[in-house]
């Protein structure tokens, strides 16, 4: 019972931990990688703002991982209530034989 | 009614026989070739739609154009961008991106512009140092196999070789500047039911700077 319990929470746990980290970062559909960084400084030459821009690394957590992540934890913890549940009832009844 | 008929005929027609010249002393044609030591030649492109909104940019850029100093109108030349340069910052969209549904890299791997001339040019600044102009670049525009003529407003700077350009590439230097926008619709790209339009933009807002060199020098 006790390993049910603890599935049940753990498991609630990641699934509420995922959904928050992908609110926080965003709540992006896709998974980003990277992010576009713009370097602006004044080019004399022509007399305008030159733009260089490159791609760094950034993860940024999307709906495409936190979403089956979250399913397949919300599923744990409900199967882990569900059994904990059920082991709880039969050792009541044994209680009361 | 002849001398009517004529002169009407010289209204209508002047705009497109206007001869635009650089007020520069300049003689010949000249080849200006895309060059990155120049400047990072890029396109920026960014998608608005109600569910999502990203940005992108392509860096495999390569071209030339020839430009006449004496008939800024006659310049004529191609640019095209590698599909394969795209990139949005998340890897699975780059390869949607990519895919037959999409832009169809394998397919169709340039987007190009074919420029057939200038209209509208308009000297804005003159200095000794550079000449900028605004105009109207008029070309076909091909883009997921499709080829549409299309017209684009360019601000485009002219910087006459001298030590200081040198250090960037030999000749005279040029920079192109474009803001325009693509309807995916014009081009036939339908990518997977239901996202154009919720999480793809119909339009596509696209800002490009080129950057280039003229290849004959004008010192040694």
């Known amino acids: 019972m006790r390993g049910w319990k603890l599935l049940q929470w753990g498991a609630a746990f ?5 959904l928050l980290v992908w609110a926080l970062q965003g709540m992006h559909v896709f998974t980003k990688q990277q992010r576009k960084v713009v370097h602006r400084e004044e080019d004399p030459l022509f007399g305008t ?3 260089r821009v490159e791609w760094q690394p950034d993860f940024r957590l999307g709906l495409d991982i936190a979403g089956p992540v979250a399913v397949a934890a919300g599923a744990a913890a409900a199967l882990g209530w569900w059994r904990a549940r059920k082991a709880s009832a039969r050792r009541m009844s044994h209680y009361h034989e | 009614m002849f001398i009517i008929g004529v002169m009407l005929a ?3 027609s002047a705009p497109l026989l206007a001869q635009t010249a650089l007020p520069l002393p300049l003689k010949g044609a000249r080849t200006v070739v895309l060059n990155n030591a120049v400047g990072q030649n890029l396109c920026q492109f960014v998608s608005s739609a109600p569910l999502e909104e990203f940005e992108g940019t392509a860096d495999g850029i390569e071209g030339s154009f020839v430009l006449d100093p004496q008939n800024l109108e006659a310049t004529r030349g191609r640019i095209r961008v590698a599909v394969a340069s795209m990139r949005t910052g998340i890897a699975r969209r780059d390869e949607h991106l990519r895919s037959p549904e999409w832009l169809d890299a394998e397919r169709y791997p340039y987007i190009e512009f074919e420029l057939q001339g200038l209209r509208q040019v308009r000297i804005t ?3 000794a140092g550079r000449v900028v102009l605004q105009a109207v670049a008029v070309g076909d525009f091909s883009l997921h196999g499709v080829r549409k003529p299309m017209e684009l407003p360019i601000v485009m700077t002219y910087v006459p070789e001298s030590e200081q350009t040198r250090q960037r590439a030999p000749g005279d230097l040029v920079q192109v500047q474009s803001e325009f926008t693509i309807s995916l619709r014009d081009f036939d790209i339908r990518g997977r039911q239901g996202v154009i339009g919720s999480r793809v933009g119909e ?3 696209v800002k490009a700077s080129f950057y280039g ?4 020098s004008n010192k040694p």
């Open chain 2, 10 to 12: 010289l209204i209508v």
């Open chain 2, 125 to 127: 600044e003159r200095t």
């Open chain 1, 49 to 51: 703002v030159r733009e």
């Open chain 2, 203 to 205: 339009v596509i807002r």
């Open chain 2, 213 to 216: 060199a003229t290849t004959v």
């Open chain 1, 14 to 18: 990641i699934a509420v931990a995922v």
